[in-house]
């Protein structure tokens, strides 16, 4: 199965029906087409260790897709750590009316970005080369945005920390993890100051976790989704 062949077309839009995702022939077709390019520069830089067409429909647009579910529409959203666009890029082709940027370390990633922005001729979505650790220190991306999220970057209580300054006040923070979450949550070693409330650092969140399994392998997956407490 080729990835720009009308099997993987099909497969694409069944999987999303069987999660419940909505996605329009402009939003297959920009799909395919970043897919398409995504193995194709693969094969001379290194983006992704996931090429096999139907693995690419499940791990990588599938899963970033569901995360959809708990975005609102018209929301700036920040994918740090997002290496070949995993979750920004499928998310602000399902939700257009999304402000995406996109921030890696690796130049070659970034560049790789800039171009599929350009060719999907994609708007209000922009790709940042530049250490997560130092985005605080930045008055474009500290406080600024409504949602923080990133897929399997680093750990749960150090994503956190490095997210937590770049949100808006009422903004909120999604990490997406394997089925590890719950050893992750217990070794946050956090202070829990009530039933729903964690002390971590000099921050306090409170937790969301939402669980789910991918369609085809049935792998489990699970998004924290935390907000900083100020009371």
Same mark, same amino acid.
């Given at each position: 199965?080729?990835?720009?062949?009308?099997?993987?077309?099909?497969?694409?839009?069944?999987?999303?029906?069987?999660? $419940?995702?909505?996605? @329009?022939?402009? #939003? *297959?077709?920009?799909? /395919? %087409?970043?897919?398409?390019?995504? &193995?194709?520069? $693969?094969?001379?830089? @290194?983006?992704? #260790? *996931?090429?096999?067409? /139907? %693995?690419?429909?499940?791990?990588? &647009?599938?899963?970033?897709?569901?995360?959809?579910?708990?975005?609102?529409?018209?929301?700036?959203?920040?994918?740090?750590?997002?290496?070949?666009?995993?979750?920004?890029?499928?998310?602000?082709?399902?939700?257009?009316?999304?402000?995406?940027?996109?921030?890696?370390?690796?130049?070659?990633?970034?560049?790789?970005?800039?171009?599929?922005?350009?060719?999907?001729?994609?708007?209000?979505?922009?790709?940042?080369?530049?250490?997560?650790?130092?985005?605080?220190?930045?008055?474009?991306?500290?406080?600024?945005?409504?949602?923080?999220?990133?897929?399997?970057?680093?750990?749960?209580?150090?994503?956190?920390?490095?997210?937590?300054?770049?949100?808006?006040?009422?903004?909120?923070?999604?990490?997406?993890?394997?089925?590890?979450?719950?050893?992750?949550?217990?070794?946050?070693?956090?202070?829990?100051?009530?039933?729903?409330?964690?002390?971590?650092?000099?921050?306090?969140?409170?937790?969301?976790?939402?669980?789910?399994?991918?369609?085809?392998?049935?792998?489990?997956?699970?998004?924290?989704?935390?907000?900083?407490?100020?009371?």
């Amino acid at each position: 199965m080729q990835i720009n062949s009308q099997q993987w077309r099909n497969l694409l839009r069944h999987q999303a029906a069987v999660c $419940n995702i909505g996605l @329009n022939d402009k #939003a *297959i077709d920009l799909t /395919v %087409e970043f897919a398409s390019e995504l &193995i194709t520069l $693969n094969k001379k830089t @290194n983006l992704t #260790a *996931i090429t096999d067409p /139907v %693995e690419v429909v499940e791990k990588h &647009i599938i899963d970033s897709l569901i995360v959809g579910k708990f975005i609102p529409p018209n929301l700036s959203v920040i994918d740090i750590g997002t290496g070949g666009g995993f979750p920004g890029i499928p998310l602000k082709i399902l939700m257009p009316s999304l402000s995406v940027s996109l921030v890696d370390s690796s130049r070659k990633k970034i560049n790789f970005l800039k171009y599929v922005i350009r060719i999907l001729n994609l708007q209000d979505i922009a790709a940042h080369q530049c250490r997560v650790e130092e985005l605080s220190n930045h008055s474009d991306f500290a406080g600024q945005f409504d949602v923080v999220i990133s897929r399997a970057f680093t750990s749960l209580k150090k994503f956190l920390l490095l997210a937590v300054p770049l949100i808006k006040p009422d903004g909120f923070i999604i990490a997406m993890k394997g089925k590890e979450v719950e050893k992750e949550l217990d070794d946050l070693k956090a202070k829990k100051i009530r039933a729903d409330i964690y002390q971590i650092n000099s921050h306090q969140f409170s937790f969301q976790v939402e669980k789910y399994r991918l369609p085809i392998s049935c792998d489990d997956r699970s998004l924290v989704i935390a907000k900083e407490s100020f009371t």
